[in-house]
């Protein structure tokens, strides 16, 4: 058997022979990230996981202050994920994709998805959060009690809070969230991501 499949930490390289020569290419999920050609499958390998090192450097390098990835980084996660989800988390990201400002609140959140209030919204919007955090290995801020708010890999706080300058963002969610008007801003590598896909 000439075609091979091996794993290279969060890829998938599959190789073997293309025409008089290797070829290797590197897949997340069912996404081509990169692939090369060479004479021998080794040297096709090789070089596809130098590319893969320089992908994750460059993904690393190009983090803004919160940790959040570039567009690119985005656009391949939403490229593995959005076929996977339901239409109501595809509704909720098109309401905020679509939103003033790309300013929504969970009350909106939940209109958009059919649900019947913004705690499912909160709920929901924060597992979208959680598989695109996953995709990016983007680690997001932490409320008093230790637990994620996954929502941050999807969008921030707009103005970190004017009201109370002092405070973070993880308190300014909590103080916000039960009132269903706190407003998530939808990051920009997010917009740019999904304008580059076509979203709508």
Request: with cysteine; glycine share 8%.
């Amino acid at each position: 058997m000439n075609y091979r499949t091996d794993k290279y930490g969060r890829y998938e390289i599959k190789s073997g022979p293309l025409g008089t020569q290797w070829g290797a290419h590197a897949y997340r999920g069912k996404v081509l990230v990169a692939r090369k050609t060479a004479a021998s499958r080794e040297d096709a390998v090789a070089a596809l996981r130098k590319e893969l090192e320089q992908i994750d450097g460059l993904e690393i390098s190009g983090r803004d202050r919160e940790g959040a990835p570039s567009a690119k980084v985005y656009e391949k996660a939403f490229l593995l994920i959005l076929p996977q989800v339901s239409d109501s988390y595809r509704n909720m990201l098109k309401a905020h994709f679509q939103a003033l400002d790309f300013l929504i609140s969970a009350t909106k959140l939940a209109e958009a998805a059919g649900y019947d209030g913004y705690g499912a919204a909160n709920l929901h919007y924060g597992k979208l959060g959680k598989l695109i955090a996953a995709e990016t290995d983007f680690s997001p801020p932490r409320r008093a009690n230790g637990t994620e708010i996954w929502t941050c890999a999807i969008a921030r706080d707009p103005a970190l809070d004017d009201e109370f300058p002092e405070t973070s963002l993880p308190d300014a969610v909590v103080r916000n969230m039960d009132s269903g008007h706190f407003e998530w801003q939808m990051r920009p590598q997010v917009v740019e991501a999904l304008r580059a896909l076509g979203f709508s």
